[in-house]
């Protein structure tokens, strides 16, 4: 079956954009025609991965160090990335931090890294982009979020209040552009495999004693399907969430957890 291109002409940022989840989510999004702009803090990664989606896809693509906790990069990076390939009409809020504590053990700089990542990233990544779409009448958001983000998890409540965080702040923004052609949506992967949250829930069953194959029986035990979601799974969902097939989809928390409630 031909790839249909139907992003083409459209420029997309992608955040965290170097590995994992967002590095699928980038190949994904030039695999549909999009021009890329990848985020991240490692600019070896990003220019690797950049180049290699480029000629893979035959898409232009540009690599932008962007720290998405310093607002002052932020505005720096997209101002290049606007410059470079004209307003993003894409935006997926990626990037993003998890660590493993009991919330006793929760330290003030953890839990304000937390947030600084995985919500006011976001949160300042939106505002960049926000008012171009709004006046061109079209765009779309998707921000990756977490099933954390809908249930608490033991030992990781800086994250899962993050990703909560997120998630009221998706459906927020997606009310006040309903209106305007701008779809706002959030993506809620179980464990995935290569990303911080499975290696810290990992890293935690290990500690309290468990071995590497024993904790990540437990981990998959919450996944009714037997196996860890991947990066390219949830990256086929943004690519349809930043379609013109998913214009009636906004607001919206959309779980990728093989089964799990």
């Known amino acids: 079956m031909p790839i249909t291109r139907h992003l083409s002409g459209q420029h997309a940022v992608v955040t965290g954009g170097g590995r994992g989840i967002g590095a699928a989510i980038v190949s ?13 803090r490692d600019q070896r990664r990003l220019d690797a991965h950049a180049a290699q989606v480029a000629r893979q896809h035959e898409v232009e693509t540009a690599a932008v160090v962007c720290d998405v906790t310093l607002p002052g990069s932020v505005s720096d990076a997209f101002g290049v990335a606007r410059e470079t390939f004209g307003p993003p009409r894409i935006l997926v809020n990626n990037a993003g931090h998890a660590a493993a504590a009991s919330f006793t053990g929760t330290s003030l700089d953890a839990w304000n890294r937390a947030i600084a990542v995985n919500l006011t990233g976001a949160f300042l990544c939106m505002q960049q982009v926000l008012p171009a779409m709004v006046e061109a009448g079209r765009g779309r958001i998707v921000n990756v979020a977490s099933v954390s983000g809908l249930k608490a998890y033991q030992m990781v409540a800086a994250y899962t209040a993050s990703k909560h965080g997120l998630i009221g702040l998706t459906r927020a923004v997606a009310a006040e552009t309903a ?13 995935t495999s290569g ?8 890293r935690n069953l290990v500690a309290a004693g468990k071995s590497a194959a024993e904790a990540r029986r437990m981990m998959l035990r919450t996944i009714p399907r037997g196996t860890f979601i991947t990066p390219d799974e949830v990256a086929a969902t943004v690519g349809f969430l930043c379609s013109a097939a998913a214009s009636a989809i906004s607001g919206q928390a959309i779980v990728l957890a093989g089964g799990e409630p």
């Open 179 to 191: 209106r305007a052609g701008v779809t706002v949506n959030a993506v809620c992967p179980a464990y």
């Open 195 to 202: 990303t911080d949250m499975a290696d810290a829930a990992e």
């Open 28 to 40: 994904e999004l030039a695999r549909l025609g999009a021009t890329v702009t990848l985020m991240g």
